[in-house]
């Protein structure tokens, strides 16, 4: 026996007697690409080795339009010319089956041009015999979604569904699931395919999606979804200082016209969130205006955010500095101290550069001062450290006119002492 297929199969039970089809008698639904059976056999369930039996797939009105399988004691399409092109090698039969009055075909990879209404006709029994079996192929693409056009108040947004069978809705949803009013839908045919457009506009922030239900055969496709982000939505926030001392800063942070409603947060410079005054929040013509202050005390770069949980979005962080006026005096100190410091070693290096240069006669320093008496001293302090030059000088082995003067080189120092 042939092995069964695993498929969507709507079977009835088929006795009738009637020469035209005129009403189904089973309804078959399949899928587009995979193989299907339709169901016949007689009413008297006799052995149909010997019999004839013929399928046909049937125009509008029942006119014959394609020959799909004939069985005629042991003689079918398989061997002898009849079948329709669009059915060759695509059909086959019960062989093990057969004595048990069961003349069902298997039709493989089933288009949707195969959809339609067949028959199963026992021209030779009496009474004569024939049934109607309907085949529906369903092509269930998903719907794509896209912005046509947008502006800060509105978007326009368009959901296609390409090539489907049976004829689709369409319809546009929004984050709850809620049905929305829409364009009215732009329907196409191209063969035996349908293509349907359906255009809304939005005007709010919101996680919008399109589906495409075939009620025909009971269908729904996966959602195409698409964000929207209107002006209504959190964007940067914008920071101000309020009020200011020399030990501490009112900042503020405020967001208008969003929606859906924002949380603020402050954070200083580590990222740490602050602790804040409790926001002011207001309404106005469904979107919200949030305002959130916050005393610091410290110099810091210091930055606010909006975060709307309900869409996932987060703004850009509002960024602001402050300076506390009154961690200069510390500053400053720190300053001057260094100044000081480094005036000390430099005049450190200075007064021994100064006392090496004289005393190797290099330098020869004169002070004048207002005191005679400490004038007179140190000159004569000076004029000796010349003589004791001198000695030196005379003494060394170099020839007398070797020697050099001693330099002209003289720093006044003037005190006022």
Request: glycine share 6%.
């Amino acid at each position: 026996m042939m092995k069964q297929l695993p498929l969507l199969l709507l079977f009835s039970l088929l006795t009738g007697n009637s020469s035209a089809c005129t009403n189904a008698d089973s309804k078959v639904i399949s899928t587009e690409g995979t193989d299907v059976i339709l169901p016949c056999s007689p009413s008297t369930r006799e052995n149909l080795q010997n019999k004839l039996f013929d399928w046909k797939k049937l125009g509008q009105g029942g006119a014959t339009h394609h020959e799909v399988f004939m069985w005629d004691s042991a003689v079918h399409y398989d061997d002898h010319s009849g079948q329709s092109e669009q059915f060759k090698g695509r059909v086959s039969h019960f062989q093990n089956e057969l004595q048990h009055g069961n003349a069902s075909i298997v039709i493989r990879e089933t288009k949707v041009t195969d959809s339609g209404s067949y028959s199963c006709g026992f021209p030779k029994l009496q009474p004569r015999e024939e049934f109607c079996i309907e085949l529906v192929v369903s092509a269930s693409p998903e719907p794509s979604v896209t912005i046509l056009e947008e502006t800060k108040d509105w978007s326009l947004l368009q959901c296609l569904v390409r090539g489907s069978f049976p004829e689709p809705k369409v319809e546009w949803r929004n984050s709850s699931g809620n049905i929305l009013p829409a364009d009215e839908p732009l329907v196409s045919k191209t063969e035996d395919r349908y293509s349907v457009t359906l255009n809304i506009t939005v005007t709010k922030t919101d996680r919008y999606q399109c589906v495409a239900t075939q009620e025909e055969i009971k269908h729904q496709t996966r959602p195409a979804h698409i964000y929207v982000l209107l002006n209504g939505a959190a964007s940067k926030p914008s920071v101000t200082i309020l009020e200011e001392a020399k030990d501490w800063s009112l900042l503020q942070c405020e967001i208008l016209g969003a929606f859906p409603k924002p949380l603020l947060q402050w954070t200083d410079s580590s990222g740490t969130t602050l602790n804040t005054e409790e926001p002011q929040v207001s309404e106005r013509g469904g979107s919200y205006d949030v305002i959130l202050n916050i005393t610091v005390t410290k110099t810091d770069h210091y930055q606010c955010v909006a975060t709307q949980e309900e869409i996932k979005h987060q703004s850009k962080p509002a960024h602001i500095y402050v300076s506390l006026s009154g961690e200069e005096p510390e500053r400053r100190s720190g300053s001057i101290t260094g100044w000081i410091i480094l005036s000390a070693v430099l005049g450190a290096v200075l007064f021994v550069v100064l006392v090496v240069l004289v005393v190797g006669g290099i330098v020869v320093v004169r002070v004048v001062s207002k005191d005679r008496n400490k004038l007179n001293q140190l000159n004569e302090k000076i004029e000796k450290l010349e003589d004791d030059q001198k000695k030196t000088s005379s003494q060394d082995t170099l020839p007398a006119d070797s020697v050099a003067d001693p330099p002209e080189n003289k720093i006044l120092l003037e005190s006022d002492q």
